[in-house]
């Protein structure tokens, strides 16, 4: 019990950090997410084939793979070719990498729910004199996303507990937080039950503040 006391205000502070890093990553993920959510739904190749490329990427290969080739593997490309060295700090490649993973699991997340609005709420607000983009911003988008709060949610909770890989390039999110209380006082169980229930708090607030805004949300769609 002791150790868990002393160990505390690190892990607050290795959790401010974990919130900060998913919270940008989510935010900058839904961003590339939208447009590559409405690359793969393009009949353009040349929007359509990027968009495709990039999600069977991201989501084919391990997020822990990814933080290595990002941090590690671009700057020694750059080096091999340019001769000079070439460093990555480890919070921006920390967001980066995250943001570029969360992005293509949001791809999806937008897809799905933009192909479960009716096909005749499009055609309505085409005949109303809208254009396709109109359409899409107006109508189509705002029902869609009221469909994709609960897996946005999830996405988040996700992306919150795989922030522990960033540990590899030095990040001091909350895992590597107790990691490092456990290498200068051999405290392992007090540490790791410490990061295990902050953990739990964060993730079962945003659970709970998921399921509150879905319940919001349905509110207005019973009031419509």
Request: charged share 15%; proline share 5%.
């Amino acid at each position: 019990m002791e150790h868990l006391i002393k160990v505390l205000p690190q892990l607050l502070r290795g959790a401010v950090i974990t919130v900060e890093i998913t919270s940008l990553s989510v935010f900058f993920g839904m961003l590339i997410g939208l447009f590559m959510g409405l690359g793969k739904l393009s009949k353009n190749p040349l929007f359509k084939l990027p968009a495709v490329i990039y999600v069977d990427f991201i989501r084919g290969t391990p997020l822990f793979v990814q933080i290595l080739l990002f941090y590690y593997g671009i700057p020694n490309l750059v080096f091999q070719y340019t001769g000079n060295p070439f460093n990555i700090e480890p919070m921006i490649a920390a967001v980066v990498v995250c943001s570029l993973n969360s992005g293509a699991y949001v791809a999806e997340i937008f897809r799905a729910g933009i192909q479960s609005i009716e096909r005749g709420q499009m055609e309505a607000a085409r005949s109303l004199g809208m254009n396709h983009s109109q359409a899409m911003r107006y109508i189509i988008l705002p029902q869609a996303f009221k469909r994709i709060v609960p897996p946005l949610g999830n996405e988040f909770i996700v992306l919150l507990k795989d922030t522990s890989l960033l540990a590899v390039i030095g990040v001091i999110e909350l895992t590597q937080s107790g990691r490092l209380y456990v290498a200068s006082t051999y405290a392992a169980f007090p540490a790791y039950i410490g990061v295990a229930l902050v953990y739990l708090v964060m993730t079962l607030s945003i659970s709970r503040l998921v399921d509150w805004t879905e319940r919001r949300l349905g509110v207005s769609d019973r009031r419509e």
